[in-house]
C-alpha cells in the first residue's frame, strides 16, 4: 500500500496505542536513509523502523535486523544527544497529511523541553526534522538559503511544514459531491483530485462502491468504516499491503502494523536475498574468469608442445645425416625413416653453425618443451580442478532460496580469498538445516552447499542411497533406507530433486546416478563436495524441486 495519508492516518493510531508513554533507549542508523528507535514501552521493547528512502519510506514496527555501522553519522549523533530516554508524549497525523509527529519529553541533568521528531513520508521527499518550539535542531536531510528549494530545512531556522496539496479535503462532503458530477474515471478522480489518496487506495474506493460511488461513499471509506488489515499474494508472493482490500488471495492481521511489517519483512529480505546474491556471484564470476583466462594459456602452451616429437626427429635426422650435410647449409632434405612410406623431410639450418651444433640446438629446443609440457599439464590438472570447484559454489548459490543458504557458501569464499573477512567477525554461522522430504514413509535429504554435502555424506548409514547428477554439479541428495527396500516412486523422486539442485536445471533428461553410501568415497586433501563413486546405477530425468513433499 502506497504511504498515503488515508495509510497513515491508521499507521499513526497504532503507533499511539503501542508507543504513548513510552522510552527511547536507543538510536541506530543503518542506512543513509534509514532510522531504528528501539523504545522501551509497557509491553516491552518495542523496535520502531523509519525508512525515509525515495521508494518505500514508511514508519513500521519490527522489521527483519540490520545491520549496525560502527560508526554513527552525524544525524543519528544529534539524535543520540537530545531524545536518548525521551518520553513519548503523544503521536499524531497533523491534517490528513503525509506526516507523523511525535512529541517528546527530553530530560537532562540540567534541563527539561519538550521536542518535535516529524516524520514526512512523502517519497523521494521523505524526511526526519527534529524540532524545538518550532525551530530546526537538525534535519537527515538538510537544505540551504543558497539551494533551489521551497523549503529551507537546516539548524536554527523556523520549521516550515511542506506544502498542502491543492486537493479536496476527503471531509468536506459539499466540495466532494459537485466535483465528482462532473468527474470521469473515478479511480484517477479520487487520485487525482481528493487529498491524501493513492492510485492503489482509489482501486480500492471503485472496487467496494463502484463508478457510481458517492461523497459520503468515500468519507465513510476513510473515516468509518472498519479497517480489515491484509497482505495480498499473487502467485504465492506478497505483493502489498492494505487497509482494507477485496482480493481474493490475502491474509489477514489484527493491525495494520503487523500486516505492513509481514509485507516489508519480505520485500527486505527479497532484497538482502538478492543483493547477497550478487555479490558472491561477483566475487565469484571475476575467479571463474581469471581461471577461465589461465586455463586457455595452459593449453596453448601445450598445444606449442605438441611439436616436440617432430622437433626431436629433426635433431635425429641431422644426426643421421651429420657427413651429408654442408657446412654453412641453410637447409637440406633427409629421407623420413621413421615414415613407413620413406617420405623426405626439410629441415632448416643455422648456418652460422656446424651440422653437429645445429643438432644439438634442436635437442635442447625438445628438451625445453618436454620441461615445458610436463609442468603445464600439471598446472592444467590443478588449474581444471579449481575451475571445476569453483563452478560447484556457482551451482550452489544459483540453487539457494534464502538469505540463510549463503553462510556456509560465504565461508567458502572467504577461505578462498575472493572475499573479505569481515572487520568485526560475524557470530557463529547458522546454517539452514539440509531440505527435507517425506514421500511413503522414507526421508530425502539434500544438501545445500559444499561444506553440507560433505557433512550429509558423511552422515549416511552404508545402506543408505546417495544421489549425484552426472557431469553436472548438484546438490548431494540421499534416501534413507532404515533397512527398506526403496520403491521406484520415491527412487525417481529424489532423482528429480537431485537434479533440480544442479547445474542442469534448466534442461530435461538429465542424467542422476546412485549407489550405496558404502560405495561413495571422499578422497584426503579435496576440495569441499568432492566425491568419488563406484557401483552405481543411472536414472535420466526431468528437474522437479517436489515442494509438495517439503518437510519443514
Not at 543519528?76 to 530516554?85: A, E, G, T
Not at 470521469?184 to 493513492?198: C, I, N, P, Q, Y
Not at 536445471?505 to 546412485?514: A, W
Request: with cysteine.
Amino acid at each position: 500500500m502506497p504511504q498515503d495519508a488515508f495509510t497513515i492516518r491508521y499507521i499513526a493510531d497504532e503507533l499511539k496505542s503501542e508507543l504513548a508513554g513510552g522510552k527511547i533507549s536507543r538510536i541506530i542508523q543503518p542506512a543513509r536513509d534509514f532510522l531504528t528507535f528501539i523504545i522501551y514501552t509497557r509491553k516491552g521493547n518495542l523496535k520502531l523502523d523509519a525508512c525515509l528512502s525515495a521508494r518505500s519510506a514508511r514508519l513500521s514496527l519490527g522489521e527483519g535486523e540490520r545491520p549496525v555501522p560502527q560508526v554513527a553519522p552525524n544525524f543519528c549523533m544529534l539524535l543520540r544527544k537530545h531524545l536518548q530516554n525521551a518520553e513519548i508524549l503523544d503521536i499524531v497525523q497533523p491534517d490528513f497529511e503525509r506526516i507523523i509527529y511525535f512529541d517528546l519529553k527530553c530530560v537532562s541533568d540540567f534541563s527539561s523541553t519538550v521536542m518535535r521528531l516529524y516524520f514526512e513520508i512523502m517519497g523521494k521527499y521523505s524526511n526526519a526534522v527534529l524540532t524545538e518550539n518550532g525551530v530546526i535542531v537538525g534535519a537527515l536531510k538538510t537544505s540551504a538559503i543558497g539551494e533551489n528549494t521551497k523549503r529551507v530545512l537546516f539548524g536554527g531556522v523556523k520549521y516550515v511544514p511542506p506544502e498542502p496539496q491543492d486537493k479536496i479535503a476527503p471531509d468536506d462532503i459539499e466540495e466532494l459531491t459537485k466535483a465528482l458530477k462532473s468527474a470521469g474515471d473515478k479511480t484517477e478522480f479520487l487520485s487525482g483530485r481528493v487529498k491524501g489518496l493513492a492510485y492503489a487506495t482509489a482501486v480500492e474506493m471503485v472496487e467496494a462502491y463502484g463508478e457510481n460511488i458517492t461523497a459520503q461513499n468515500i468519507y465513510d471509506y476513510i473515516f468509518k468504516e472498519k479497517a480489515e488489515p491484509c497482505v495480498t499474494y499473487s502467485d504465492g508472493q506478497p505483493t502489498d499491503f492494505k487497509v482494507r482490500s477485496k482480493s481474493q488471495s490475502q491474509k489477514r492481521y489484527a493491525s495494520i502494523l503487523e500486516a505492513q511489517c509481514a509485507y516489508y519483512s519480505y520485500e527486505y529480505e527479497k532484497a538482502s536475498f538478492r543483493e547477497r546474491k550478487t555479490k558472491l556471484e561477483s566475487a565469484l564470476g571475476g575467479a571463474v574468469k581469471k581461471a577461465e583466462k589461465r586455463l586457455a594459456i595452459e593449453n596453448e602452451k601445450l598445444l606449442e608442445c605438441s611439436g616436440a616429437e617432430n622437433i626431436k626427429l629433426k635433431g635425429e635426422l641431422i644426426t643421421a645425416n651429420i657427413y651429408a650435410i654442408e657446412r654453412g647449409a641453410t637447409s637440406f632434405k633427409a629421407i623420413n625413416y621413421y615414415d613407413p612410406n620413406g617420405g623426405e623431410i626439410k629441415i632448416d639450418l643455422d648456418r652460422a653453425l656446424t651440422p653437429s651444433q645445429n643438432a644439438q640446438k634442436y635437442y635442447k629446443k625438445y628438451a625445453k618443451l618436454k620441461r615445458t609440457q610436463t609442468a603445464v599439464t600439471a598446472q592444467k590438472k590443478e588449474t581444471e580442478k579449481r575451475l571445476d570447484y569453483l563452478k560447484s559454489i556457482a551451482a550452489n548459490i544459483s540453487a539457494a532460496e534464502k538469505i540463510a543458504d549463503f553462510a556456509e557458501t560465504e565461508e567458502e569464499l572467504i577461505s578462498l580469498g575472493l572475499l573479505k573477512q569481515p572487520a568485526v567477525k560475524n557470530k557463529k554461522v547458522v546454517t539452514p538445516p539440509y531440505r527435507t522430504y517425506i514421500l511413503d514413509g522414507f526421508k530425502i535429504i539434500s544438501g545445500r552447499n559444499n561444506l553440507q554435502n560433505d557433512r550429509l555424506t558423511k552422515s549416511l548409514a552404508q545402506d543408505d542411497i546417495w544421489l549425484h547428477t552426472q557431469k553436472y554439479h548438484s546438490s548431494h541428495v540421499a534416501i534413507i533406507t532404515e533397512g527398506k527396500t526403496i520403491p521406484d516412486s520415491v527412487l525417481l523422486t529424489a532423482a528429480e530433486i537431485c537434479a533440480y539442485y544442479s547445474d542442469g536445471r534448466e534442461g530435461n533428461k538429465i542424467p542422476v546416478d546412485y549407489t550405496k553410501k558404502k560405495f561413495v568415497k571422499k578422497p584426503p586433501a579435496t576440495n569441499a563436495g568432492f566425491a568419488i563413486y563406484t557401483d552405481y546405477s543411472t536414472i535420466l530425468v526431468n528437474p522437479d524441486p517436489h515442494t509438495e513433499l517439503i518437510n519443514e
